[in-house]
């Protein structure tokens, strides 16, 4: 079976990778999500309460049901959705992350009113699996290797991702899901080798003081112009501005190799 990174196997949508593939650009949710974890406001608890404690009407009327998922439409994807240099991206691998990324954005939909653009939604995924694609016949093409120690600490890490106390768990889970234990270990060889080949075009990176100060400057003023609480103190979520800014590099230096691999790639869509 051909190797393809951990994006087909998502445990609860947590083991996804490299998802920059599909472009660079850092929106005010990205950010804010970063620091979500590091604060609950009183207003959130006070609010769950009167929802708890409030009680039940008499002759209320029963709570109507939210309208059902719409379904997405497969007709039209080609048994083959792209070719990359050779290697062929299938319409399974991509339907199977495309239901995925269709239920989100159609329950995202709902809540706006406003309907999931397909089309869109399509081309975007087709990009990130070429550009998927291309990372690993690159670092394959520079003979980039995983030793058995990388491999294992990548599976434990997912391991914790998930909530699991072990990689036997992690494995056990997702055989469950008919992922073979031979398979996953395979495909966290690639993603090894993949995060090598993005290591080496990102260099060390450690964010400046003034662009945390400007990140977490950012942050405030988002806060402020949603009406929403204030923002802990710079030095704790410290850490977490510094992770977002590491992973911001990484999208854009990963997109720009892969920019740089499809200008001489030979590559056709069928979508």
Avoid: H, W
Avoid at 238 to 261: C, M, W
């Amino acid at each position: 079976m051909k190797k393809k990174l951990l994006l087909n196997l998502a445990l609860g949508g947590s083991v996804a990778l490299l998802a920059a593939c599909g472009g660079t650009e850092e929106t005010a949710e990205e950010t804010e999500e970063v620091v979500a974890e590091e604060e609950v406001t009183e207003e959130a608890v006070e609010e769950e309460a009167e929802v708890t404690e409030e009680p039940a009407e008499e002759g209320a009327e029963e709570a109507v049901e939210p309208p059902a998922i719409p379904e997405p439409d497969l007709e039209a994807i080609p048994d083959v959705v792209a070719v990359v240099n050779g290697e062929e991206i299938t319409k399974d691998e991509f339907v199977t992350i495309y239901t995925t990324q269709f239920q989100q954005a159609a329950m995202q939909a709902q809540l706006s009113g406003q309907e999931v653009d397909e089309a869109q939604l399509q081309q975007q995924l087709v990009d990130s699996l070429i550009g998927q694609e291309l990372l690993i016949q690159e670092a394959a093409n520079q003979d980039l290797t995983a030793s058995q120690e990388e491999i294992d600490a990548t599976l434990a890490e997912f391991a914790e991702q998930n909530g699991l106390a072990s990689t036997e768990e992690f494995l056990a889970a997702l055989e469950e899901q008919g992922v073979s234990a031979e398979e996953v270990t395979s495909q966290v060889e690639t993603q090894v080798k993949v995060e090598k080949l993005i290591t080496a075009e990102t260099g060390e990176f450690t964010p400046t003081e003034a662009e945390l100060e400007e990140l977490y400057a950012q942050l405030e003023e988002q806060q402020a112009q949603t009406g929403g609480g204030e923002l802990p103190p710079f030095e704790e979520i410290r850490p977490a501005l510094e992770d977002q800014l590491i992973v911001q590099k990484e999208r854009e230096a990963t997109q720009t190799l892969v920019d740089d691999l499809r200008e001489t790639a030979e590559v056709t869509v069928n979508l």
